[in-house]
């Protein structure tokens, strides 16, 4: 009698492409571990480019070596975009999945969700409903298209489950928490075990600041870039994260050698230290939306280096506030920020990924 061979009952493709995606995705990916019937597929766009850099996030998150890795590397929003639709169609193609899952607001997500609404695949979109109302934000921008392309919105906050049924969404919005908060739940304890980064830098607890700065508004704008610079400098005592893209436009604008001289300057670091820095710094200054909302999670006042944050979830907390790129301005909030009020629970308890998983078996089995 020959053999009988079947599908999958379920098969979900998952689209990442940068740091951020990773941490995201780490347990979601666990939580579909649990379903036996449901295959795993998943692509690495390598919007991030440095694949070594990411590589160490795979093994941190414990993350399974992606299916598929298109390579498609930096460049502009058109061409980041382009590539990774061009990439992605045939293996949407091919894999025909039930669901095809994008996180966050990046081109990689963006790229993933037209090819694949276009393919009439279903949409889930992890970060639904964030918004800083910038019209002009790349991000933003690219969160709007996202959301209403998706047939699922899982919400970190119920904040965002408002911002797209302003927008006349309200089949398949969910909130399920931040997914990311899972993430950082699991691997506080393994960092507060395993990080040996005060140590290599000779930092003491609550001794430091720590910055980060890659949003594009911030590093290809010379004005912008030198401002924040030199009120870094200026404030002491920073260790700044230094992106790559961020490190090409520093030696570009020749403020690279006063950022070696007034910073301890370091490339970008694994999630495990990231956690450990955040948490034992006095105050962080940041254009990162995750980075804002560790910094709520770990209680460390958060400056955010933008007029505008689409984290707005941590603005209502409180242990955040946007300040105008101004010397004088950002080191006034740098100096002076002290939240008086308990950090709210905004997020969910730690269990998004195992909701979403729940919600797609039982939406796509029905």
Not at 146 to 161: A, E, G, P, Y
Not at 186 to 209: N, W
Not at 353 to 362: Q, S
Request: with cysteine.
């Amino acid at each position: 009698m020959p053999k009988v061979t079947t599908r999958p009952k379920m098969k979900i493709l998952t689209v990442v492409g940068t740091r951020p995606n990773f941490i995201k995705i780490g347990p979601f990916i666990e939580a579909l571990k649990s379903y036996r019937h449901v295959a795993s597929i998943l692509v690495h766009t390598g919007q991030h480019y440095d694949y070594e850099l990411s590589k160490v996030f795979f093994k941190e998150l414990h993350l399974p070596k992606p299916d598929y890795h298109l390579g498609v590397g930096s460049g502009s929003h058109a061409t980041q975009t382009a590539k990774v639709m061009e990439l992605l169609e045939p293996i949407l193609l091919k894999e025909k999945p039930d669901v095809l899952v994008a996180v966050g607001d990046v081109n990689s997500s963006l790229a993933a969700a037209i090819v694949g609404a276009k393919l009439h695949i279903p949409i889930a979109h992890i970060d639904a409903g964030a918004r800083s109302y910038e019209k002009h934000s790349p991000e933003e921008i690219n969160r709007v298209v996202i959301d209403h392309i998706s047939s699922f919105l899982f919400c970190n906050t119920k904040l965002d489950v408002e911002n797209v049924r302003r927008e006349g969404i309200r089949d398949g919005v969910y909130f399920v928490g931040d997914i990311r908060y899972d993430a950082f739940l699991t691997h506080m304890q393994v960092a507060q075990k395993k990080s040996r980064i005060l140590r290599k830098f000779g930092l003491v607890p609550k001794g430091y600041h720590l910055a980060t700065v890659h949003r594009e508004e911030n590093t290809n704008d010379p004005r912008r870039l030198r401002v924040i610079i030199e009120a870094l400098s200026k404030l002491g005592n920073v260790v700044f994260l230094c992106h790559p893209r961020t490190e090409s436009y520093l030696k570009k604008y020749g403020l690279w050698d006063t950022a070696r001289k007034h910073l301890i300057l370091t490339e970008p670091v694994g999630y495990l230290d990231m956690l450990w820095l955040e948490k034992n710094a006095f105050k962080i200054l940041t254009d990162s939306g995750g980075v804002q909302r560790e910094a709520c999670w770990v209680k460390v006042p958060c400056i955010t280096l933008m007029e505008i944050t689409g984290a707005t979830d941590t603005l209502k907390a409180g242990w955040n506030r946007t300040v105008e790129i101004d010397t004088a301005k950002i080191l006034r909030a740098a100096r002076s920020f002290r939240p008086h009020r308990a950090v709210p629970r905004l997020w969910g308890n730690g269990s998004a990924g195992k909701k979403i998983m729940r919600i797609l078996v039982k939406s796509l089995s029905e």
